[in-house]
């Protein structure tokens, strides 16, 4: 098992392009999870899924965000014309849905600087 | 009102001491709590879970649950300078397992 894998690590765009950051989760977990950092703050919820099925977007994810996980494995976050206050480390974390047990690990991070 | 607060820190303990991590939540449904370290520029890390009240221990780690107060706290024994990190304290919300954090205490430990 190697952990949770997140790709690229780094990423530096200009405003206004497009990326798209992959997550690949730890093989038997079913829920995955991404998660906006930045400086002096934790982790901001974007969106989870089980499974394929995306269960819950925060409302501060503007349009320009879309995440998908088909088959229920990888999943990729997009950000549509990034905005220099796109700038920060997307993190992903994946998690096996079971009542007795709840933990979620993280990826190494994707860091997105907007020029 | 945050849904799940720390002190941001930073605090300092000497090298062998007893580092004290506190951490309240708004929501009296959440089930679960964690706490996770993270090292300046790394992603966070795992330390501890806790799920039910009272105290759960692991090495050097003590995760204290009292959901009555919506209390959570970390405490680290024989505390070392590789223990420096900011360490996030986290919930899941009650109904789903999003977790929801602080914003972070940062830990100092001085040699």
């Known amino acids: 098992d190697t952990g949770v894998s997140q790709d690229p690590r780094h990423k530096i765009t200009k405003r206004g392009q497009n990326v798209t950051f992959r997550c690949d989760p730890i093989s038997e977990h079913n829920r995955l999870y991404w998660y906006r950092q930045t400086l002096g703050q934790g982790p901001e919820f974007l969106t989870y899924?089980?499974?394929?099925?995306?269960?819950?977007k925060s409302r501060l994810l503007s349009d320009r965000f879309s995440a998908e996980r088909p088959k229920g494995s990888f999943s990729t976050l997009e950000i549509q014309r990034t905005e220099q206050g796109d700038s920060a480390m997307y993190l992903c974390?994946?998690?096996?849905?079971?009542?007795?047990?709840?933990?979620?690990?993280f990826g190494q991070g994707t860091r997105l600087t907007v020029v | 009102q945050k849904e799940v607060e720390q002190n941001s820190g930073p605090l300092s303990v000497p090298e062998g001491a007893i580092a004290s991590l506190n951490c309240t939540y708004s929501?009296?449904?959440?089930?679960?709590f964690f706490w996770y370290r993270q090292y300046s520029g790394k992603s966070p890390e795992l330390i501890m879970s806790?799920?039910?009240?009272g105290d759960k221990e692991d090495g050097r780690f003590t995760a204290q649950l009292n959901k009555a107060s919506q209390y959570v706290s970390l405490l680290i024994r024989d505390s070392q300078p590789s223990d420096s990190a900011t360490y996030l304290c986290?919930?899941?919300?009650?109904?789903?397992?999003?977790?929801?954090f602080g914003t972070g205490t940062r830990l100092k430990v001085l040699a």
């Open positions: 806790i799920y039910s009240n």
């Open positions: 899924f089980q499974n394929e099925a995306q269960l819950e």
């Open positions: 974390a994946s998690s096996l849905y079971d009542s007795s047990n709840t933990e979620a690990f």
């Open positions: 986290a919930a899941t919300t009650s109904g789903t397992y999003k977790y929801i």
């Open positions: 929501d009296r449904g959440s089930q679960s």
